[in-house]
Structures are given as C-alpha cells and as structure tokens.
Nanobody
C-alpha cells in the first residue's frame, strides 16, 4: 500500500511559479514510477507528467512541456512538480500517483491513468489572470 500526500498548491498570478511536492509513505519508494495528473472543474483527470523509478526518464503532456519539470528524490520518498510560466488554463486540482510497483525497468513510466494504482487527495492550484 502506498499513501501519497500532496502539498505546495495555492493561488498565483499568471506568469508565476509553484512547486508541488508529494510525500509517499511506502517502504521502497524507488519501486514505483510516479506521475502527476490534474483535474479542472467539469473536465476529466488528465496526465501532466511522469517520472521513472530512477528519475532518469520523464514525460510531459504537450500543454505543459517546456514549462513544468517533474523530479523525484528516492532518499526522501518525494516527487516534485516545478511549474513555471503558469497560466489560467493550468488551474486545477493536482494529484500525484504511483503505479503498481511491478515494473522491472528502472526507466519505464506511464502516461495512462489506468496504469496508476495509488492516488493522493490532491492540491488546488489556481492561476489568476
């Protein structure tokens, strides 16, 4: 079982930055590829960014590529999402997620919601224009 707790959300003006953190309560954090998803009101939860078990491989949605950076610290059981150049379209609840922990490859990750098994409660990000 993996418990995930996000933090770092808030209200920011367009063009600003935020750094989200997700702390995992699990024995072997490095077993899990991690991802960030977001859900805006009235919309489905969508993939934002993913990172492999060892932090080497990353993937981003087209809407955030070049502005957001995902990273992880396996020694601290934490995954981060650095968000720069925020715009009002980034307003959403941001959730971190862990996959099944069954991937053998240290470099694999997923962009598909269905392949993530554990979810945090989310943190609200609001970008004002």
């Amino acid at each position: 079982q993996v418990q995930l707790v996000e933090s770092g959300g808030g209200l920011v003006q367009a063009g600003g930055s935020l750094r989200l953190s997700c702390a995992a309560s699990v024995r072997t954090f490095s077993n899990y590829a991690m991802g960030w998803f977001r859900q805006a009101p009235g919309k489905e939860r969508e993939f934002v960014a993913g990172v492999s078990r060892n932090g080497v491989s990353t993937s981003y949605s087209d809407s955030v590529k070049g502005r957001f950076t995902i990273s992880r610290d396996n020694a601290k059981n934490t995954v981060f999402l650095q968000m720069n150049s925020l715009n009002p379209e980034d307003t959403a609840v941001y959730h971190c997620a862990a996959d099944t922990g069954l991937r053998r490859s240290w470099l694999a990750l997923s962009t598909k919601r269905i392949e993530y098994e554990f979810w945090g409660q989310g943190t609200q990000v609001t970008v004002s224009s």
